[in-house]
């Protein structure tokens, strides 16, 4: 059973949620919160898999609830809710640990599926969404030359770009004619040796890091 968390300050928003996922015999939703606040409170108790966060929201926001559930939680996905796909704040969450993004208006099916997908230890970006968010907000930060790059080897980090790049494991086992599952075994040793929670976070590490440069 996949436990959800909801946190949203519309009582409205929370409760088609909640009616759209329960419907489902998979997925049970476990807590609601109106705040950040009450999120944290809410996921240090029942420990979800799966927390929905919407990013403007009282007393705390949704930035904030994000950067300290991946630091208190850190078996729970956090996914931020958003009106708009190149939301600004996206990009910040996407930084603080967040394993995606959902639009609030997506249909019933496209909520479930996501849901499930993060469960899963998946990302909930699709490629081209990634690389078009990352590289509109990556475009206005200072490149910072990270030595942790060296902890990489070549292949390594040749795996790292092309996830930089938004390709998916079969795209870019067929880049490198190599296997899917040594694609997999590649993404988690770069995962490990840069301390990265997921496939978004490296993402987003590519492009601080330089490896990647925006439009390039």
Do not use: W, Y
């Given at each position: 059973m996949i436990r959800v968390v909801l946190a949203d300050d519309q009582d409205m928003v929370r409760a088609g949620i909640r009616m759209i996922l329960e419907s489902e015999p998979d997925i049970t939703v476990v807590g609601e919160a109106a705040n950040g606040k009450e999120a944290l409170r809410v996921a240090d108790l029942e420990q979800p898999d799966v927390i929905l966060v919407d990013i403007q929201m009282p007393v705390m926001d949704g930035l904030e609830a994000t950067a300290l559930l991946a630091e208190r939680c850190p078996s729970s996905r956090v996914v931020i809710l958003t009106t708009f796909e190149r939301d600004e704040y996206v990009f910040t969450a996407l930084r603080e640990g967040a394993a995606g993004f959902m639009l609030k208006n997506a249909p019933p099916e496209t909520l479930i599926e996501g849901v499930r997908v993060v469960a899963?230890?998946?990302?909930?970006?699709?490629?081209?969404?990634?690389?078009?968010?990352?590289?509109?907000?990556?475009?206005?930060?200072?490149?910072?030359?990270?030595?942790?790059?060296?902890?990489?080897?070549?292949?390594?980090?040749?795996?790292?770009?092309?996830?930089?790049?938004?390709?998916?494991?079969?795209?870019?086992?067929?880049?490198?004619?190599?296997?899917?599952?040594?694609?997999?075994?590649?993404?988690?040793?770069?995962?490990?040796?840069l301390g990265l929670r997921d496939r978004v976070q490296a993402v987003v590490f590519a492009y601080e890091s330089g490896l990647i440069r925006p439009g390039v």
């Open positions: 899963a230890g998946e990302s909930l970006l699709a490629p081209s969404v990634t690389r078009r968010i990352i590289e509109e907000f990556a475009s206005h930060l200072p490149v910072t030359p990270s030595p942790e790059l060296e902890r990489l080897t070549e292949r390594e980090l040749e795996v790292l770009e092309l996830v930089g790049r938004g390709m998916s494991n079969p795209e870019i086992a067929e880049a490198l004619v190599v296997g899917e599952a040594t694609v997999k075994t590649h993404v988690s040793a770069v995962l490990s040796k």
